[in-house]
């Protein structure tokens, strides 16, 4: 592994422990055993390094959501797929967590790839439960794009749910919940 991905990857993890806040450039080098000058050489700073690491980690999301989401199957299938699929629950969302992130929230370079991220996110469920309905799948009357938004928040808001009760079942809990409401007819 390069040098550069050694410096993403350690970000990515840093980030996701402990925020933008809490990633320091010198922990960011402890992680990946790179040295300050390796780090400089390759990004203009921690917030190059920061926007490096949550742009891979939402390509790599975005890449574990359409693994699901592309899958053979029903409408109500593909979007149970996505919703069970295998999670570090009590971890939380590498980029969900982000967005409650103030010092990324406030700069739009940070921000862009959380936004981006949700923005595909809703849209991409949004054209399935669309097909769904039109293949008589999905119960037909409710917006695509509102379906969509609840679901992509079940998630977000059942990590917050289970991170606050140390326990990965209020997250599996709204899963359910989720699904049922969407389970045809």
């Given at each position: 592994?390069?040098?550069?991905?050694?410096?993403?990857?350690?970000?990515?993890?840093?980030?996701?422990?402990?925020?933008?806040?809490?990633?320091?450039?010198?922990?960011?080098?402890?992680?990946?055993?790179?040295?300050?000058?390796?780090?400089?050489?390759?990004?203009?700073?921690?917030?190059?390094?920061?926007?490096?690491?949550?742009?891979?980690?939402?390509?790599?999301?975005?890449?574990?959501?359409?693994?699901?989401?592309?899958?053979?199957?029903?409408?109500?299938?593909?979007?149970?797929?996505?919703?069970?699929?295998?999670?570090?629950?009590?971890?939380?969302?590498?980029?969900?967590?982000?967005?409650?992130?103030?010092?990324?929230?406030?700069?739009?370079?940070?921000?862009?790839?959380?936004?981006?991220?949700?923005?595909?996110?809703?849209?991409?469920?949004?054209?399935?439960?669309?097909?769904?309905?039109?293949?008589?799948?999905?119960?037909?009357?409710?917006?695509?794009?509102?379906?969509?938004?609840?679901?992509?928040?079940?998630?977000?808001?059942?990590?917050v749910l289970a991170r606050a009760a140390g326990d990965p079942e209020p997250f599996h809990q709204a899963v359910r919940g989720a699904l049922a409401l969407l389970r045809p007819v």
């Open positions: 592994m390069s040098t550069q991905d050694r410096l993403i990857e350690s970000t990515q993890e840093l980030l996701w422990e402990r925020g933008y806040v809490g990633t320091s450039p010198r922990a960011i080098q402890q992680r990946s055993g790179a040295g300050q000058g390796s780090m400089y050489h390759h990004f203009a700073g921690k917030p190059g390094l920061a926007a490096a690491a949550l742009q891979r980690s939402a390509e790599e999301l975005r890449a574990l959501a359409e693994e699901r989401l592309s899958a053979p199957g029903t409408a109500y299938e593909r979007i149970a797929g996505y919703l069970e699929r295998e999670r570090e629950v009590l971890r939380g969302c590498r980029i969900g967590r982000m967005a409650q992130d103030p010092e990324v929230v406030a700069d739009p370079q940070l921000r862009a790839p959380v936004e981006e991220t949700f923005a595909w996110l809703r849209g991409r469920i949004a054209g399935i439960v669309a097909e769904g309905q039109a293949a008589g799948e999905l119960a037909p009357g409710t917006d695509p794009a509102d379906t969509a938004a609840a679901v992509v928040a079940v998630v977000q808001g059942g990590y």
